[in-house]
């Protein structure tokens, strides 16, 4: 009986630390996900900056309106 009760008790104990665990996960992945969401802010904001100034990617063209008559 004695083991038992201790064994009930091992259990819980990993229970709880399963669940411990599993909230860290959560909040890394949330964490993750909004490191995610700046970086590509970041890339975006670089790239409009960088078409202002006339840049291009590779393989890529610009085509310029001019007013015609």
Known sequence: IV???QLQLQISEKKEESAS???EIVAWTRRKEVAEEKKNNIVYYLEQKAREQGLSKPGESIYVETPGD
């Open 21 to 23: 665990y599993d909230k």
């Open 3 to 5: 083991t038992l009760i």
